[in-house]
């Protein structure tokens, strides 16, 4: 009977010292997990926080990305050029994707998706560099053949030109990880088109 109170009294002991010490870690980590959540960024689950780089970036290449999906939907019934056509449907399938992902990120950050202009005018957002204007935009529209293909081509690079531009600033000055990933991404795959597109103009 001795030895088994005495086994039973370590027990209690050693419950009652654990319970302390879950108290006062638990205490500890209290104070630590305010210190780590105060500051609001950094949170996003390895990805970092955004910055207004990342919201401008994102909010005039939907705009940008936008134009030049209409630019390629023309390709399929006006252009004379199996190569043309081609790449038009190759722009199209790259940047549809990305106009869905940067309104994502838009929307999980609290902001605005801009808004589609189709029937409103083709000047989405002029302020961005390698915009067409109304009146390319109806010039295009109002060819056919080869007129058109080499209307689309030269029109095209300068719009990819100004899509690397922004990219460019995306990378130098925006936060969020995955917007200058894509950034990057846009610069790679469409410096490579405007090489491509160039030879097919008989440009070196």
Known sequence: MTAQRRFVRRTVLAVTASVAALT?????????SKA????????ETGTGG???????FSKE???H?????EMAGLAADQASSTQVKSLATKIKGAQDPEIMTMSGWLTSWGEKVPQAMSGMGHDMSSSAPGMMSDADMGKLEKASGTEFDSMFLNM????????????KTEKADG???????????VITAQSAEITQ????????
């Open 24 to 32: 006062l870690a638990a205490c500890g980590n209290d104070g630590d």
């Open 36 to 43: 780590s959540s105060g500051t609001g960024t950094g949170t």
């Open 50 to 56: 955004h910055n207004a780089a990342d919201v401008s």
């Open 61 to 63: 290449m939907i705009q």
């Open 65 to 69: 990305h936008r134009q030049a999906v």
């Open 156 to 167: 095209m690079v300068e719009h990819h030109k100004g899509a690397i531009d922004m990219a």
């Open 175 to 185: 936060k969020y990880k995955p917007a200058t990933g894509l950034a990057a991404d």
């Open 197 to 204: 597109m160039n030879k097919m103009l008989g440009k070196s």
